[in-house]
Structures are given as structure tokens and as C-alpha cells.
Nanobody, 127 residues
Framework: QVQLAESGGGLVQAGGSLRLSCAASGRTQRTATMYAMAWFRQAIGKEREIVAGISWNGDHIYYADSVKDRFTISRGNAKTIYLQMNSLKPEDTDVYYC??????????????????WGKGTLVTVSL
């Protein structure tokens, strides 16, 4: 069983910053390396969308157009990622989910093929 735990969400004013963290854990060999990890977000009544993703060695990084130049995804180690969110806007208000895959996936499949999911952390950006 693999668990993903997110932290760092909260309330911030527009223009402010937050840093999300995600750590994978579990007692199986599958948690030795998470070959792809990503952040998704979803608002009530909307489809979940991928915000940013990173490969196991950092060679491949993806950002949604809506967050480019404002958000930065990074790896702490094989099982930990962060999302630095700057210049936050009210439209960034969402529940943010961490996702991971224990196998190699082409970056253009990250949005559909992640295996493990966290429970989400709420980010609220006020005017």
C-alpha cells in the first residue's frame, strides 16, 4: 500500500505565495522510487487538471500554461516533491492533489496514468 501525504495548503491573499509538499510512504518496494510525481487540482464541478509534473531525475518537467512562470515543481528525493506557488490568483483556488507513479511513464501520459493519489490539500486565494 502506497500513501501520499500533502501539506502546505491554506488561505493566502492574491499575490501571495504558498509551498505545498508531498511525501510518499509505504512498506513495499514500490515506494523505493516514484518515477513520476505530479500536482493536480480540482474545483467543485470541474474536471481535475494536471498543474505540474516531474520525472524521477528531474529531466522532464511539465507545467500547465495557467501556472507557467508562477509555480515551480521540485524534487526533494525519490519520494518527495514540492510545489512553490507564487503570484497566486483567486482562480488558483482549488483542492490540490499529489499523484505518483511507480513505473516509468512518458510525460505526455502523466495526466491520465498516475497510480497513487493523496487526499488533497485546500488552497484558497482571496482578493
Amino acid at each position: 500500500q502506497v500513501q501520499l501525504a500533502e501539506s502546505g495548503g491554506g488561505l493566502v491573499q492574491a499575490g501571495g505565495s504558498l509551498r505545498l509538499s508531498c511525501a510518499a510512504s509505504g512498506r513495499t518496494q514500490r515506494t523505493a522510487t516514484m518515477y513520476a510525481m505530479a500536482w493536480f487540482r480540482q474545483a467543485i464541478g470541474k474536471e481535475r487538471e494536471i498543474v505540474a509534473g516531474i520525472s524521477w531525475n528531474g529531466d522532464h518537467i511539465y507545467y500547465a500554461d495557467s501556472v507557467k512562470d508562477r509555480f515551480t515543481i521540485s524534487r526533494g528525493n525519490a519520494k518527495t516533491i514540492y510545489l512553490q506557488m507564487n503570484s497566486l490568483k483567486p482562480e488558483d483556488t482549488d483542492v490540490y492533489y499529489c499523484a505518483a507513479a511507480s513505473r516509468l511513464l512518458p510525460p505526455d501520459t502523466w495526466a491520465e496514468r498516475m497510480e497513487f493519489w493523496g487526499k488533497g490539500t485546500l488552497v484558497t486565494v482571496s482578493l
